[in-house]
């Protein structure tokens, strides 16, 4: 399934994708903002692509220009509950050179339409770093409340930062 916007699209993860996610996760600038501390090899990678195809409660999607069809970055709506009607969510753009160019919003707009229309959630929710000024930014644009914080809950660069956790209703949404 094919997710259509102005300047980018969605469609599902495929596996020539891996190479361009795995030298994501080797960014310093990209490492730090998604407060990842493990080191991922290519075969690392490759497990988790294996591990997630045919788990039926989550959509993970590649993010590419429209213009050149060139992949900028992969999303996931996780943890999908149909009892709840509720999924976890989160967002990477692959290099420095795709940020502050507004496909980082279009892309999660994109995503509240798939969560709130196609899959018919009430809940969307995800955690970000509180050094992660853009992400919260973008985040709160887009809608998302924040509902708590895990005080100084990752040590990064010598320095503790606080997990924000944040949602967004369908209500909200429709708003």
């Known amino acids: 399934m094919t997710v259509n916007g102005k300047k980018i699209y969605l469609r599902p993860l495929k596996k020539e994708d ?36 045919h788990d039926k409660t989550r959509h993970d999607f590649s993010i590419c ?13 996780m943890d999908i509950c149909e009892e709840n009607k509720k ?9 420095a050179e795709f940020f502050n160019k507004g496909y980082g919003t279009e892309a999660l707009s994109l ?22 000024l853009r992400g919260i930014k973008s985040y709160e644009k887009a809608g998302f409340k924040i509902e708590g914080r895990l005080r100084q809950s990752i040590l990064l660069h010598n320095e503790y930062s606080d997990e924000i956790m944040m949602s967004m209703l369908r209500e909200e949404y429709v708003k």
């Not at 999924?87 to 290099?95: C, D, E, T, V």
Request: aromatic share 8%; proline share 0%; glycine share 4%.
């Open 18 to 53: 891996l190479e361009s996610m795995h030298r994501a996760t080797q960014n310093d600038e990209i490492r730090y903002m998604t407060g990842t501390t493990k080191h991922f090899t290519m075969e690392h990678v490759e497990a988790h692509y294996n591990r997630t195809l």
């Open 65 to 77: 220009l429209k213009d050149t069809d060139r992949l900028i970055g992969d999303m996931s709506i």
């Open 87 to 95: 999924a976890g969510f989160r967002i990477a753009l692959h290099q």
């Open 111 to 132: 995503a509240l339409h798939f969560a709130f229309e196609k899959l018919n959630l009430n809940r969307l929710q995800l955690e970000v770093y509180s050094h992660n």
